[in-house]
């Protein structure tokens, strides 16, 4: 009894701080019942948050710090059997204040580039 509880105590511990890098993420997303996927590669992608192919997943590195329902969401994302289930974890993804502050930062940055060349020339390149 005295063994699982020390147990149960480590697992607390190894938790009470966010993942570090991407082998401790890895290792935090398997305890939340992740398969599959053997290999995680961190980004700083600003369009695409978190994406899987094959064994692969590519997480933007925001997410270290993310609370535990947004890991388990991660998760949920991989794992999903529907589309259904891939699309209630992905809202539960984009809650996470990194998708948020990169919307706010691009819009910041398009109205800073509207300021320096103009609103119809900075529409113009966003377009391509």
Do not use: C, W
């Not at 607390?12 to 995680?40: C, M, S, W």
């Amino acid at each position: 009894m005295a063994a699982r509880f020390n147990q149960l105590l480590q697992l607390f511990l190894e938790f009470d701080a966010p993942p570090q890098n991407a082998e401790q993420l890895l290792h935090r997303l398997r305890v939340y019942g992740l398969k599959g996927i053997t290999k995680i590669r961190l980004t700083s992608n600003r369009a695409v948050m978190v994406s899987f192919s094959g064994t692969e997943l590519r997480v933007n590195k925001g997410y270290l710090d993310a609370p535990e329902d947004v890991l388990r969401a991660i998760v949920q994302f991989v794992q999903g059997r529907t589309r259904a289930d891939r699309h209630e974890a992905q809202r539960t993804i984009l809650t996470h204040p990194v998708a948020a502050a990169l919307l706010v930062a691009s819009s910041v940055v398009l109205v800073l580039v509207s300021l320096v060349i103009g609103p119809a020339r900075a529409s113009a390149a966003q377009l391509d």
